[in-house]
């Protein structure tokens, strides 16, 4: 049972560490294309 248990939380961990690399990866890309409109309104 505990074997079984430790297994289903780290599924559960993983997925959710999954997940948030992918959120932060898509958060960075999005915050780096802010960026560069940011930086090209000021400079047109």
Avoid: E, Y
Wanted: net charge positive; hydrophobic share 40%; with cysteine.
């Amino acid at each position: 049972m505990r074997k079984k248990l430790t297994d289903r939380i780290d599924d559960k961990d993983t997925g959710v560490r999954v997940q948030a690399v992918v959120a932060l990866s898509k958060f960075q890309a999005g915050c780096d294309v802010g960026n560069v409109t940011v930086v090209k309104i000021p400079s047109v």
